[in-house]
């Protein structure tokens, strides 16, 4: 089944520098969007990217998405002890409101 | 707006018994989808309603499972009987579509964390 994988599992990073997450998905979509889950809560939105933009901004995120690799990526910038958090990215099977969720990103954030 | 309510939070049970967990949406939207999430598996789709009817329980992994939706502001997913490997932590999100029919965001509530012994 289509599920968006991704990469790294985990990052580490320390306050103040970049974090980048890749999500590779396998089939076309209309749209792709990533979430972050604080531990023991649910997940929240982030951002949505459709499938005919190739890039979007909001705050401090930076999503990217090609869909001839069937990829995206979140930049997070100048991170945060508060951005420590697992990241999602999520893609809908065309035709449907049907979401397939990645395996998330844990990022930790030192301060 | 309280956001997407789910009860209990937390629930510990003994295998072959009945668990319902409920979910109330936020109001006014009109998709509700349940998922479970686990170290194994992620995040998985159960099920998904749409002004109250279910589209797609493909997802529902056995009869076991079940969830209705008798009105636009509650819905219960229920496991009979209950097996110590449906451990998880189940979580009930809500979204409303756009006139357009595009996608919006999901609304996730706080989950329920779900013990079989």
């Known amino acids: 089944s289509q599920q968006g994988e991704e990469d790294p599992q985990a990052l580490s990073i320390q306050e103040g520098e970049n974090a980048t997450m890749n999500c590779s998905y396998k089939t076309s979509i209309n749209n792709l969007q990533w979430y972050r889950q604080n531990s023991g809560r649910g997940l929240v939105h982030l951002i949505l990217?459709?499938?005919?933009?190739r890039e979007k901004h909001s705050g401090r995120l930076r999503v990217t998405l090609d869909t001839s690799k069937k990829s995206s990526s979140l930049l997070i910038t100048a991170s945060r002890a508060a951005d420590t958090a697992s990241y999602f990215c999520?893609?809908?099977?065309?035709?449907?409101?049907?979401?397939?969720f990645g395996t998330g990103t844990r990022l930790k954030v030192l301060a | 707006d309280a956001g997407v309510i789910q009860s209990p939070r937390h629930e510990v049970t003994e295998m072959g018994q009945e668990v319902t967990l409920r979910c109330k949406p936020i109001s006014g939207h009109d998709y509700l989808f349940w998922y479970r999430q686990t170290m194994m598996r992620g995040l998985e789709l159960l099920i998904y309603f749409n002004n109250n009817v279910p589209i797609d329980d493909s997802g529902m992994p056995e009869d076991r499972f079940s969830a209705k939706m008798p009105n636009a502001s509650f819905s219960t997913l229920k496991i009979q009987p209950s097996e110590p490997r449906d451990s998880a932590v189940y979580f009930c999100?809500?979204?409303?579509?756009?006139?357009?029919?595009?996608?919006?965001?999901?609304?996730f509530g706080p989950g329920t964390r779900l013990t079989v012994l």
């Open positions: 999520a893609t809908d099977l065309a035709g449907t409101y049907k979401y397939i």
């Open positions: 999100a809500s979204s409303l579509a756009t006139l357009a029919g595009t996608y919006n965001e999901q609304f």
């Open positions: 990217i459709r499938s005919n933009e």
